[in-house]
């Protein structure tokens, strides 16, 4: 608790938002990277309706998305039962994970678009003549791909990280308002506009703001600094 | 050739879109309403009825209350509204945005399970609190919260079972933790149980929670300043307290104070 222009603000969801998006963030590029590449490469007609799917959380009103992930992470659904077998025990829906999984749906599209952009802009030569200088793919793709596509990188990051501490309809859903465990910056603005203590949620709001528009300027600092002309 | 075919067929889309009002019109006053949005169901039947019966338009526009209210307060077009609370009918008549406020319904709570014997072994439920999670919806912003607190404060369990809430933002949402299995019980309303077009609709049990474990949920409306001077708003205020209003809004798991 701190109070901040006579408005007392608990700091215990601005926390709990920075984790899940950094954690959200990191899933992110791990999954979406490897995706992003395949859908740049691929050849299959398939690829339309990847990508299709792949921007659907773009589309779904997010309480939407929220209320199947409801359906499908409950306890007796298939996916907990699944996870059951291998001795899991907690339960998917008001957890930390749950909160991630949702972000990870919800922001999925603002990772692997911007990453798909930059690879797919780059020149089939270099990797060519990364090739015949027998550079091995893991190789390739990190001394190569990674940085020649680093806005990509920078961009999907950025966009996944903004894109999760904004969320709202998704959390709100799946997370049950727990204090401490999945009460997240929004859900805790939306609380305070409800109970009318608008003090508290001008404060809070305000915190985010700044919050979000530093962090934003920094990166697209970093990437007119260090951008390199992709393609 | 396709230039012709978009002019046609934005003609045809002009030519629906002018023809639409005229149908949604018909006759008489069209009155615009914000309703909580646990009331929806039950004023939209209310307000068939007096279309019916008096020629005039209800639009209802319905939303949680607090988000009604930041909206009436900066200038929303409404002329009644209908809040799931009565602090903030009472907050507008204060700073004299609306008139007297009247309490239209009394929310009835419910302990609701789909698998635990809560309608007569709430008490043991709730002392052994062997499940994991228990959804009310948030004692801050919804009443029906705020009174789920009460009752489980006058029964002695609410330290067992605090550690096991799960908070929905409004009724609706603790109703839905519930109905869609992720909690194995919940405080809800007794409209979303006796609803027959609802998803669980005699399945599961209830407890029905005695009026005098918690103070009474009353929802209070108002005529708001733009309806004073709207016959059709006055008279659908007037058709809310007539025995036909009662009925439904008894039907629909409400009582009337």
Redesign the interface.
């Known amino acids: 608790m701190i109070e901040l222009f006579g408005a007392s603000i608990s700091l215990e969801p601005i926390w709990l938002t920075l984790q899940v998006a950094a954690v959200t963030t990191v899933i992110l590029l791990l999954l979406g990277t490897p995706l992003a590449w395949w859908l740049a490469r691929t050849r299959t007609r398939w690829r339309v309706v990847i990508e299709a799917i792949v921007a659907l959380p773009l589309v779904l009103p997010p309480t939407v998305l929220g209320f199947y992930l409801l359906i499908v992470l409950n306890p007796n659904g298939a996916v907990t039962q699944f996870l059951r077998g291998f001795g899991f025990e907690g339960q998917l829906t008001f957890s930390f994970t749950g909160l991630v999984i949702g972000s990870v749906l919800y922001s999925l599209p603002f990772a692997v678009q911007p990453l798909m952009h930059a690879f797919e802009s780059l020149s089939e030569r270099l990797l060519d003549a990364a090739a015949t200088l027998r550079a091995g793919t893991l190789d390739r793709f990190f001394s190569v791909v990674v940085p020649l596509s680093r806005r990509g990188f920078l961009t999907a990051a950025t966009l996944s990280f903004a894109h999760t501490v904004g969320e709202f309809g998704v959390v709100l859903m799946v997370g049950g308002n727990i204090p401490g465990q999945t009460r997240m910056v929004s859900i805790a603005i939306f609380d305070h506009v409800e109970s009318l203590a608008y003090t508290e949620a001008h404060v809070l709001s305000a915190m985010m703001l700044v919050f979000s528009l530093v962090v934003l300027t920094l990166v697209y600092g970093l990437n007119r600094r260090f951008g390199v002309k992709v393609g | 050739m396709l230039v012709t075919l978009h002019v046609r067929l934005l003609a045809w889309i002009a030519l629906f879109l002018t023809a639409l009002p005229v149908s949604a019109l018909a006759s008489g006053e069209v009155v615009t309403a914000a309703v909580a949005a646990n009331f929806t169901k039950t004023i939209e039947e209310i307000g068939a009825r007096f279309t019916e019966e008096t020629g005039h338009t209800i639009r209802f526009s319905s939303g949680?209350?607090?988000?009604l209210?930041?909206q009436i307060r900066n200038g929303a077009p409404f002329d009644l509204f209908f809040s799931a609370d009565t602090?903030?009918p009472e907050?507008l008549a204060a700073e004299g945005r609306a008139d007297t406020p009247f309490v239209y319904a009394r929310g009835r709570l419910a302990l609701y399970s789909p698998d635990l014997p809560v309608r007569e072994g709430w008490q043991q439920v709730l002392e052994e609190a062997g499940f994991?999670?228990l959804?009310i919806a948030?004692p801050?912003?919804a009443p029906y919260g705020a009174a789920a607190l009460e009752v489980l404060t006058s029964l002695g369990a609410l330290e067992r079972v605090e550690p096991k809430?799960?908070?929905?933002?409004s009724i609706a949402?603790a109703f839905?933790?519930v109905a869609?299995?992720?909690?194995a019980l919940g405080f809800v309303a007794l409209s979303q149980l006796v609803d027959p077009a609802g998803p669980v609709f005699g399945k599961g049990e209830f407890w029905l929670v005695p009026e005098d474990l918690h103070s009474p949920i009353d929802q209070a409306a108002v005529v708001l300043e733009r309806g004073r001077a709207s016959p059709a708003a006055l008279a659908f205020m007037d058709y809310m307290r007539s025995p036909r209003a009662r009925e439904i809004i008894e039907r629909y798991g409400y009582s009337i104070p």
């Open positions: 949680p209350s607090g988000k209210y930041a602090e903030k907050l994991r999670h959804a948030n801050r912003t809430f799960v908070q929905g933002e949402h839905q933790f869609t299995g992720n909690a």
